[in-house]
T-cell receptor
Framework: AQSVTQLDSQVPVFEEAPVELRCNYS??????LFWYVQYPNQGLQLLLK??????LVKGINGFEAEFNKSQTSFHLRKPSVHISDTAEYFC???????????FGTGTSLTVIP | NAGVTQTPKFRILKIGQSMTLQCAQD?????MYWYRQDPGMGLKLIYY???????DKGEVPNGYNVSRSTTEDFPLRLELAAPSQTSVYFC?????????????FGPGTRLTVL
């Protein structure tokens, strides 16, 4: 089974400061990687995804993530956060050959005015 | 398109009762999924379906049943509800032909079993 670790359960950050949300995964095979965002009382929305090619992936709302195969990581970054970025963020993986997505336990980002 | 819709939004059950959580999608997606989300635990896959008439178990299928008689609908059945099934349930769908496509999520059903 796949394993996805989000090392920080809560991340408080001041408005306009940069932020990095960390994600590591364990897999012996190639995987697709994703970041989803969940606003309060809503379902998950896709922020960005890595399928292949360039290791730096840009997503919506100014977020980007970098795939590092040697460290099996897929950290999410934003250079300047806004109040509206306050939400829960989930990292997920899926094997190339498989139907299941595996989610991390989530990181709660709180942007402080 | 309405996307992925779920009903009801909220429900309180007594121990031992049964209910069906409804999920529908109007995007002609072939894959559909049911997840449960518990605080601090992320999402766990309960069941999924790769097409009408085909379902398979995920990580946590015990206590649940599913069916997929049409492309659009993927109901989740709880038999003999237990407090451990208190959770938020999300339905998702995706279109899979060759390789991968993203999942689209419904707004969730918040279930409490007392």
């Amino acid at each position: 089974a796949q394993s996805v670790t989000q090392l920080d359960s809560q991340v408080p950050v001041f408005e306009e400061a940069p932020v990095e949300l960390r994600c590591n995964y364990s897999s012996s095979v190639s995987v697709y990687l994703f970041w989803y965002v969940q606003y309060p009382n809503q379902g998950l929305q896709l922020l960005l995804k890595y399928l292949s090619g360039s290791t730096l992936v840009k997503g919506i709302n100014g977020f980007e993530a970098e795939f590092n195969k040697s460290q099996t990581s897929f950290h999410l970054r934003k250079p300047s956060v806004h109040i509206s970025d306050t939400a829960e963020y989930f990292c997920a993986v899926r094997k190339y050959t498989g139907n299941q997505f595996y989610f991390g336990t989530g990181t709660s980002l709180t942007v402080i005015p | 398109n309405a996307g992925v819709t779920q009903t009801p939004k909220f429900r309180i059950l007594k121990i031992g009762q049964s209910m069906t959580l409804q999920c529908a999608q109007d995007m002609n997606h072939n894959y559909m999924y049911w997840y449960r989300q518990d605080p601090g635990m992320g999402l766990k896959l309960i069941y999924y379906s790769v097409g009408a008439g085909i379902t398979d178990k995920g990580e946590v299928p015990n206590g649940y049943n599913v069916s997929r008689s049409t492309t659009e609908d993927f109901p989740l059945r709880l038999e003999l509800a237990a407090p451990s099934q208190t959770s938020v349930y999300f339905c998702a769908s995706s279109y899979e032909l060759a390789g991968y496509n993203e999942q689209f999520f419904g707004p969730g059903t918040r279930l409490t079993v007392l």
